[in-house]
């Protein structure tokens, strides 16, 4: 049962993995790696065992699928481990581990001609004590197990150097399943070296093989919570930098309705942002700079003496620290786009406004979505009502000349 629920997480990661390989040549090997591992365990199943050797007519011709597969599963991991090392660290095994593959797979399927082939799940067992069947399956683990020692190798190296604590629970997830499938293939290396020098295993043969098989299923659930936890987490950064995205469209509509010359190209529609999951982070970035470059032509409608009047109103309702700086903002936003909308010239000598800057894309998302939530706060409306009825008092000069 628990083999069955490894083999389907398995499947599930490889689909969800499936777009990534497009992108990127590194986690192209590793999505191999799996799928390679995945059709190797899938057609281990006693189900798959008796369907391959049914259709074919060749006994344990699904003993063969299996240790080829996942000589190919070693081979595509070693593809990873080499695009993620060093190109002087790489050893003579690693430089030429495709052709060693090939080189394994007909070797092995060589031995497995010459081997009696009795059909059993384990065909190594059925050989009873055959040196040509141990050698075939010696031949898989040795490359596999290689493959697994060098993953481990390289991600012990990595361990630390993780840019989040999230990413750094996936390395250590993967790096005991690397370790875990050593310990299969090592486990089984012993094994077979017993068997060829004659030595039996207490409780026979075929049960050993089923109890060295733990690793192995072990190992396939730790890599995919490995892989799953950076994945996971670079999903719920998606989602936040999506709901930043929705939280600052009604501020970004309001200054781009009134200063549309900012909008860098098709202004993008609710849909758009609601369906659209690729490229959040230049999405949001042009929202932050589109509402900023907005808010820079409203501020030469905001006077001296408006900023002096914002101040006094926010700080005898008793706003401090960041929720005053928000408000500010806030009013003399509102105070801008009123002044838009009046048709009014900007000042000739606004006032200096403090900027609030952010080092981090995340930063400054926060601090906008904080100013929108001022927007709509009754401190906030309460002063622009109190600062658009004094400029209602005021004369008005029609718009003369262009905005600078």
Known sequence: MIEHVAIALLWLMV????????????????????????????AHLPSSIAAFDHFAGIANLSGLIFYSMGICSGAAM?????????????HAMLRFRRPLAAASIT?????????PRAEAREFVVAAEGDKAAILAVGIFEVYFGYAMIAASRMLWTARGKAASRCLSTGVWLMLAG???????????????????????????????????RAPLILAVLLMVLGISVPTIEAGLHGLAKLRALLALRPLWSELTTSAPGVVLGTPPTL??????????????????????????????????????EIRSRLAAAGLRDDDF???????????????????????????????????????????????????????????????????????????????H
């Open 15 to 42: 689909l969800w993995r499936l777009p990534c390989t497009r992108r990127s040549p590194i986690k192209r090997s590793l999505w191999w790696a799996l799928v390679w591992l995945a059709l190797a365990l899938t």
């Open 78 to 90: 070693l593809d990873w481990v080499s695009a993620m090392s060093p190109a002087a660290r790489a």
């Open 107 to 115: 070797l092995l399927a060589t031995l497995f001609v010459v081997a």
């Open 178 to 212: 690397t370790l875990s499938n050593s310990l299969f293939a090592v486990g089984r290396c012993a094994l077979f070296a017993a068997w060829l020098v004659g030595l039996r295993v207490p409780g026979g043969n075929n049960l050993a093989l089923v109890d060295t």
């Open 271 to 308: 849909l758009h942002d609601l369906g659209g999951t690729r490229y959040l982070s230049i999405r949001l970035l042009r929202r932050t700079i589109e509402i900023r470059d907005a808010a820079l032509l409203l501020r030469g409608h905001v006077s001296c003496q408006d900023w002096q």
């Open 325 to 403: 700086e928000a408000a500010a903002q806030a009013v003399w936003i509102g105070l801008g786009l009123q002044a838009r909308k009046r048709g009014a010239t900007p000042h000739e000598g606004p006032a200096h406004l403090p900027p609030h800057g952010a080092a981090e894309l995340t930063d400054e998302a926060r601090w906008l979505r904080r100013v929108a939530a001022a927007r709509k706060s009754p401190v906030v409306r309460d002063a622009l009502a109190a600062l658009g009825n004094q400029a209602d008092r005021a004369p008005l000069t029609p718009i003369g000349s262009p905005l």
